[in-house]
């Protein structure tokens, strides 16, 4: 692919689903559809949620080797920028903990559960945002900006095939679907959007993490440092400058 491709490789886009899926919908269903099994199963937690999660790393990085000779990236882990991605990755974490630690909110989330929702929370992100950001972000590109987003949003909503399908009637799972689809389209915008002015996964993984904490850990702590972290974001992303902002391919 160069820079006079004018569609996408759907090979490789569609070689990197089926992969994405293959590797996933096992852990999806047996989680969704079989939550008896799943909850007393001995296979440790952290592993299943991993197999949920990593199957578009997985296909990405079949894919990156498989295409290779074809396959342009613009988008790498840190970007056009190091000290930046850190800063918009880790910033939040540290606000986050510091508001914890001035107005602790239980005995579970403390600045030792830290040292584990960070690294832990960063291995499952990373498997979706490699995939998604990482590999199809750019495998799309050559799509109008708006195709490329709606196209991208639907395969990652119905990746998670089996959520929100249980304990629901057809017409509740019809609506179901289709408010999830416009919520993760949207969501695919941004976070495309902001990796495109980057160029950094780690960006994406920021703002991946953030969107599940804040439903994940809902108490005024969250809300507040969720709000901090958006102002400290626009800071850094407002100056992440127009050399910065520029489009390096990278071979792969």
Partial sequence: MNSTTTKPNWTAVITFYLIACAFSWPFFAWRDLFRESWATTSVPAPLRNLGVMWGPG?????????????????????????????????LPYAIWNIILLINPCDDIITPAYFLQLIPFGFLMIIGEELGWRGFLQDALRPLKEWKRWLVLGIMWEFWHFTRGIVDCGPLQLILRKLM????????????????DKTKSLLVAIALHSWFDILFEFSHPNTYIAGGLSIIIWIVLLWKWNSKENKAIPVSV
């Fill in 58 to 90: 997985v296909a990405a990085l079949i894919c990156f080797f498989i295409f290779r000779k074809t396959h342009v990236r613009t988008i790498t882990f840190t970007g056009t920028s190091i000290v930046k991605s850190l800063l918009f990755f880790l």
């Fill in 180 to 195: 999830m689809i416009a919520t993760v389209v949207i969501l695919t915008y941004i976070i495309g959007k902001l990796t």
